[in-house]
């Protein structure tokens, strides 16, 4: 079925928060400065053939020491809030054990640079760049990274527990646990799918931990984790494979979360998508955990790029035109139903905020004029708007990303950003689509059109 959008403006609710987002490794570049230490994706990105143009993390787009002007931009551009993640080897640089103040002291100025500036903060803690100590040790296929995630997540509640944040746990734990650890795309490319489940659930761990962190010190604001959930559309006859790719796609994260328990058919040699032993999973969750992991949060962050289709054996189809990233099929419906079918089927919910979507330019070396992205927020945000008129509680929405930047495997060689980033100069500038955005803001409403 397809929607018609009405002729007046889709509203958003009064108090709505429209932001923009970004993750340390991709931006900041400096990888050295200050006492950071070494993360997973300096090792990765130091190994040849991992990244597409084999750029590293230097300079990224060098925020580190242009965040300032960062900062003004957005004020320009009128935008109400900046998500942007902490790097762990800066604060803890090596994983565990002591603190580097030059690293709390810097993400101390950017907030305050925020509040500064009228901008509100949502800062995410883990967002890939896991300390190389850690990894060494065996990182998130062990349990003994959940309890250093923890120490590290204190650290910073307690260094900005007067500040109104909105706190994001963990960025995505699924790219983590099946791109990093089950596959090797991604830093520290271990390649196995035992691994991958254990970072699934040491991961939604140390989340939980962290949250138990965040009450006890009485920090102020909100905190979550961020998913990102994809829509399944099953072929005729493939009901029972879209649902099994479902329960790996979104209920192995969900429903730890918002239920407490882990569904059956994700994992399992006979029955499950991610064809391991469900036993040797089970052994991993010990008693309390499942408790810890569901403990109420005040927010659900939902990343929202695409869709994915099955045929009945379980086949990957192509059910919509892939953007230039070729994992993103485009479906903006697939939005709204994400939205409603949280809603109806998590009796628990929390409030909901949208804190990634959106799409790479066509043309690699960068565009200023860039219709497609604007087309795809425009789509997109109607469906919210449309979710949001049917009961959804969503109040914030972060556009990925503010700034070109370091794409992980693809390196500087696809552009996200709404705002272009020339790198030999590292000269900024809004693409149309900023433009665009920043009448969004200020409407608090986007075009039926
Ligand atoms: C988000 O992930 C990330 O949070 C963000 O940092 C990133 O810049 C943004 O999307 C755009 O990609 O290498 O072929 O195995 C979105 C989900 C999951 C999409 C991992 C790419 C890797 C495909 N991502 N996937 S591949």
């Known amino acids: 079925?397809?929607?018609?959008?009405?002729?007046?403006?889709?509203?958003?609710?009064?108090?709505?928060?429209?932001?923009?987002?970004?993750?340390?490794?991709?931006?900041?570049?400096?990888?050295?400065?200050?006492?950071?230490?070494?993360?997973?994706?300096?090792?990765?990105?130091?190994?040849?053939?991992?990244?597409?143009?084999?750029?590293?993390?230097?300079?990224?787009?060098?925020?580190?020491?242009?965040?300032?002007?960062?900062?003004?931009?957005?004020?320009?551009?009128?935008?109400?809030?900046?998500?942007?993640?902490?790097?762990?080897?800066?604060?803890?640089?090596?994983?565990?054990?002591?603190?580097?103040?030059?690293?709390?002291?810097?993400?101390?100025?950017?907030?305050?640079?925020?509040?500064?500036?009228?901008?509100?903060?949502?800062?995410?803690?883990?967002?890939?760049?896991?300390?190389?100590?850690?990894?060494?040790?065996?990182?998130?296929?062990?349990?003994?990274?959940?309890?250093?995630?923890?120490?590290?997540?204190?650290?910073?509640?307690?260094?900005?527990?007067?500040?109104?944040?909105?706190?994001?746990?963990?960025?995505?734990p699924k790219t983590t646990a099946m791109v990093g650890y089950a596959g090797t795309e991604h830093a520290p490319a271990i390649g196995d799918l035992d691994a991958g489940l254990a970072a699934v659930h040491h991961q939604l761990l140390a989340h939980g931990k962290a949250v138990e962190a965040f009450r006890a010190v009485g920090g102020q604001g909100s905190i979550g984790i961020a998913l990102n959930l994809m829509p399944v559309y099953g072929a005729p006859g493939a009901e029972a494979a879209a649902s099994r790719l479902d329960a790996a796609e979104n209920r192995l994260y969900l429903d730890p979360l918002l239920r407490g328990e882990y569904p059956d058919e994700a994992i399992g040699s006979a029955a499950g998508q991610l064809n391991a032993d469900r036993a040797a999973f089970d052994a991993l969750v010990l008693p309390g955990d499942l408790a810890a992991i569901s403990a109420p949060c005040d927010l659900l962050a939902v990343q929202y790029y695409g869709v994915a289709g099955i045929d009945k054996n379980g086949t990957w189809l192509e059910v919509f035109p892939p953007s230039p990233a070729s994992w993103q099929q485009v479906h903006a419906e697939g939005l709204y139903e994400m939205l409603v079918r949280l809603t109806d089927d998590y009796a628990d919910l929390p409030p909901l905020i949208i804190s990634e979507n959106g799409i790479p330019d066509p043309d690699a070396q960068g565009q200023i004029e860039d219709p497609q992205r604007e087309e795809f927020l425009r789509t997109h945000l109607q469906q919210a708007?449309?979710?949001?008129?049917?009961?959804?509680?969503?109040?914030?929405?972060?556009?990925?990303?503010?700034?070109?930047?370091?794409?992980?495997?693809?390196?500087?060689?696809?552009?996200?950003?709404?705002?272009?980033?020339?790198?030999?100069?590292?000269?900024?500038?809004?693409?149309?689509?900023?433009?665009?955005?920043?009448?969004?803001?200020?409407?608090?409403?986007?075009?039926?059109?």
Do not use: C
């Open 1 to 172: 079925t397809t929607w018609t959008a009405p002729a007046e403006p889709l509203r958003f609710p009064e108090g709505f928060v429209w932001g923009s987002a970004t993750s340390a490794f991709q931006v900041e570049g400096s990888t050295t400065a200050d006492g950071r230490g070494v993360s997973i994706w300096d090792t990765f990105a130091a190994q040849p053939g991992r990244i597409d143009d084999g750029s590293t993390g230097d300079p990224a787009a060098d925020q580190y020491r242009r965040w300032e002007s960062d900062l003004d931009l957005m004020v320009d551009l009128g935008l109400q809030a900046y998500r942007f993640s902490v790097a762990w080897p800066r604060v803890v640089p090596a994983g565990s054990g002591e603190v580097n103040q030059k690293g709390i002291d810097h993400y101390r100025r950017l907030v305050d640079g925020l509040l500064d500036r009228g901008l509100h903060p949502a800062i995410t803690l883990y967002h890939w760049d896991l300390p190389q100590p850690l990894q060494d040790a065996g990182g998130w296929a062990v349990r003994d990274t959940v309890d250093r995630f923890a120490e590290y997540a204190a650290v910073m509640f307690e260094a900005l527990r007067d500040v109104d944040a909105t706190w994001l746990t963990i960025n995505e």
């Open 385 to 449: 708007a449309r979710a949001v008129a049917e009961g959804v509680d969503l109040r914030q929405y972060y556009a990925w990303s503010f700034l070109d930047n370091f794409e992980w495997a693809r390196g500087m060689t696809q552009r996200w950003g709404i705002v272009h980033v020339d790198y030999e100069t590292q000269r900024r500038t809004p693409k149309a689509s900023a433009q665009w955005y920043s009448g969004v803001v200020k409407a608090n409403a986007v075009a039926p059109v």
